[in-house]
């Protein structure tokens, strides 16, 4: 569990001004993994009061931007932000209501970082979704995989 006390450190190490609205914002995002802004404002909310939308958007734009919180959007998904930043580890996401898990690189490393043909870029990071249905989805579509 990750405390307030553990997350100004980290902040400064950013070279981070410590805000209660940053601070609020970055625990948010550490207990309530892969939640979309939405979610985070509410968390933030019962945390602080009022707080406008605006400055939760700006602050989270900030963490991104410092690479304290990774900012995920699968396609037809909003938003979503996690605190695991700097692995290259990718998700997997529930066709029908949208959960997300992580997953590990499928390998254990980064050879899916090679591409076929780099077109002459450095490359420094490969996003994979994985897409299907989670566990209390896929009984109900009917392609729960048979037991073995
Ligand atoms: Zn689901
Ligand atoms: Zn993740």
């Given at each position: ?100 898990e992580d997953v590990d690189c ?43």
């Open positions: 569990m990750v405390t307030t006390l553990d997350l100004e450190p980290l902040l400064r190490g950013a070279a981070l001004r410590v805000t209660r609205p940053r601070v609020a914002v970055l625990s948010a995002v550490y207990a309530h993994p892969h939640s979309d802004t939405d979610s985070i404002i509410g968390v933030v909310r019962q945390d602080l009061g009022e707080v406008s939308t605006q400055a939760v958007y700006d602050v989270l734009r900030t963490l991104t931007v410092a690479g304290l919180v990774r900012r995920i959007e699968p396609a037809g998904s909003v938003a979503r932000y996690e605190s695991r930043v700097g692995d290259n580890h990718h998700h997997v996401v529930c066709r029908s209501c949208g959960a997300i499928a390998v254990g490393y980064t050879p899916c970082l090679t591409a076929d043909d780099d077109h002459g870029y450095v490359i420094d990071e490969a996003e994979v979704t994985y897409w299907g249905w989670c566990p209390a989805c896929s009984p109900s579509v009917g392609i729960r995989p048979a037991p073995n």
